[in-house]
């Protein structure tokens, strides 16, 4: 597996993970800038566990699993990623929020785009 795709594929892992883990128990320092955020954009509170957490946490785990020998589970969850941040900066779009998570967001997508584009079970190998 070439370095650029399991370097970009931690610091995706390492990201989402903490992303999710920080949603889901609402951490404080996070929940500062995160709650208003999430009033503007018209999302409820209820669902830093499910589906914000759990989606960002259960990604991570996908790319984990196809770093460890799983990739088509590893393409599946850096597609997953690429969906979900798609819709989370919609989602503030849609309302002209152009607040911190906004801009972070767009860091996100890129890291996910930059997994998937890397991934090798979508490189064309005429020798297989």
Known sequence: ???ACVITALVTIAANAF???AAMT???PIM???GPALHRAGVPESWLVWPIGALKALGALG???GLLG???I???AAAGLV???VCALYTHLRVSDFSPQFYLGTVFLALAVATLALDPALTLDPTR
Do not use: E, H, N, W
Request: charged share 10%; net charge positive.
């Open 32 to 34: 500062r800038s995160l």
């Open 26 to 28: 609402r951490l404080k």
């Open 19 to 21: 992303s999710g883990f």
């Open 1 to 3: 597996m070439p370095t």
């Open 74 to 76: 590893g393409t599946a």
């Open 63 to 65: 790319l984990a699993l």
């Open 83 to 85: 969906l979900y941040f």
């Open 70 to 72: 799983v990739p088509l």
